[in-house]
């Protein structure tokens, strides 16, 4: 079992930056692929980045590619989303995912564990 819990939400100007944080309890977080999406009300979950177990395989939606950057620190039981140049169009509740896996994922099917969400909001 794994328990997700997200932080690091807020609001932010245009071209700012913001960092959310996943803090994951268990023993199994370092054997577990790790993904972020977003859910703006009224439109599906949309995918935003992947990270394998080790944290060598790395994956991006076209949206934030080049803009945002997923890294983990398994000592600490943690998955961040760095987020730079934000745009209105980022505004979202943002929510960190798990499943046990040695790759990545990028379907929200694929993961077995979710967190409450964290809202991160971009003005323009």
């Known amino acids: 079992q794994v328990q997700l819990v997200e932080s690091g939400g807020g609001l932010v100007q245009a071209g700012g930056s913001l960092r959310v944080s996943c803090a994951a309890s268990?023993?199994?977080?370092?054997?577990?692929?790790m993904g972020w999406f977003r859910q703006v009300p009224g439109k599906e979950r949309e995918f935003v980045a992947a990270?394998?177990?080790?944290?060598?395989?790395?994956y991006y939606a076209d949206s934030v590619k080049g803009r945002f950057t997923i890294s983990r620190d398994n000592a600490k039981n943690t998955v961040y989303l760095q987020m730079n140049s934000l745009k209105p169009e980022d505004t979202a509740v943002y929510y960190c995912?798990?499943?046990?896996?040695?790759?990545?994922?990028?379907?929200?099917?694929?993961?077995?564990?979710w967190g409450q969400g964290t809202q991160v909001t971009v003005s323009s």
């Open positions: 268990g023993r199994t977080f370092s054997r577990c692929a």
């Open positions: 995912a798990a499943r046990v896996g040695s790759y990545y994922y990028i379907a929200g099917n694929e993961y077995d564990y």
């Open positions: 990270i394998s177990w080790s944290g060598a395989g790395t």
